[in-house]
Nanobody, 125 residues
Framework: VQLQAYGGGLVRPGGSLRLSCATS????????IAWFRQAPGKEREGVSC????????YYGDSVKGRFTISRDNAKNTVYLRMNNLKPEDTAVYYC???????????????????WGKGTHVTVSS
């Protein structure tokens, strides 16, 4: 099982980026995929998750209305479209896979079985 996040970079406040999570070694159809991020000196934060069964999506409070998660099972890829980026979105972003999304309230928990290497996102003018 392999996951690789890519698409990060430097973007100005208010700008957009699309992250991709390329997967291999398993049938993406049967897995939920989540995005997490970790900023320097801060705890890891659940950003978004998309379920395997019906494509239900979940978002952390800090990104609701700005980020959109989607999946293309045929391409074995999950995307995170990030709009109206803010400096506080600066972090390393990771994607992870599990049988389902674990969500309590609006918190997406990082109890995922498989993790990929992250991609850096820097939002700065």
């Amino acid at each position: 099982v392999q996951l690789q996040a890519y698409g990060g970079g430097l973007v100005r406040p208010g700008g957009s980026l699309r992250l991709s999570c390329a997967t291999s070694g398993f049938a993406l159809d049967y897995y939920a995929i989540a995005w997490f991020r970790q900023a320097p000196g801060k705890e890891r934060e659940g950003v978004s998750c998309i379920s395997s069964s019906d494509g239900t999506t979940y978002y952390g409070d800090s990104v609701k209305g700005r980020f959109t998660i989607s999946r293309d099972n045929a391409k074995n890829t999950v995307y995170l479209r990030m709009n109206n980026l803010k400096p506080e979105d600066t972090a390393v972003y990771y994607c992870a896979a599990d049988s389902g999304c674990t969500v309590i309230g609006s918190a997406i928990l990082g109890v995922m079985d498989y993790w990929g290497k992250g991609t850096h996102v820097t939002v700065s003018s």
